[in-house]
């Protein structure tokens, strides 16, 4: 049974799916495909069914990974679906926990930046109103962020890596 991640931004159109793909760019890398699954989801509905923002896509493709999906809005079932949910933002993990009205699923829900190993940041930024840079800085911190969670994974052996 695969471990299953899922990343939640607010509209799930740039930092939630960009956290996707580049976990599934290190997953792949790593050769772990079939240990964990990635989803993205967001707290807001402004933009389901929506491809990635298209300024996010060009600054993650200038690093070699592909971002594809569809935005969707988070369910409730969510919770009992995925092993640990990682928000973006402390907007978003509120948002989420709010949602978890019996209390049961608080230990799930944890800050993407909590994974980080070099950016010092609390909080991965919305881009969406600002120029290219803010993608860029975004796709740097996930990227960091994404590496620390895969070996927070390894590490604290939630996946098994070697002979199966």
């Known amino acids: 049974m695969p471990y299953k991640l899922l990343f ?3 509209g799930n159109i ?3 799916p960009s956290a996707e793909n580049i976990m599934n760019h290190l997953i792949e890398k790593a050769n772990l495909g079939d240990r964990i699954v990635c989803d993205s989801a967001g707290t807001g ?3 389901i069914g929506s491809p990635p923002d ?3 896509t060009y600054a993650a493709k200038m690093r070699g990974i592909n971002l594809k ?6 369910q409730v079932e969510d919770f009992n679906n995925f092993d640990l949910i990682l928000t973006m933002d402390k907007e978003n993990y509120r948002d989420i926990l709010r949602l978890d009205t019996g209390n049961k699923y608080g230990d799930k829900v944890k800050l993407m ?3 980080c190993r070099y950016f010092d940041v609390k909080e991965v930024p919305d881009p969406y109103y600002g120029g290219s840079d803010g993608f860029d800085y975004v796709i740097e911190i996930l990227l960091d962020a994404c590496e620390g969670l895969l070996d927070y994974l390894i590490n604290e052996n939630k996946i098994v ?3 199966r």
Request: glycine share 12%.
């Open 14 to 16: 740039c930092r939630s």
């Open 8 to 10: 939640v931004c607010l």
């Open 45 to 47: 509905g402004y933009h």
């Open 113 to 115: 930046c909590d994974f």
């Open 69 to 74: 999906g569809s935005a969707r809005k988070f």
């Open 54 to 56: 298209s300024r996010m």
């Open 161 to 163: 890596v070697g002979d």
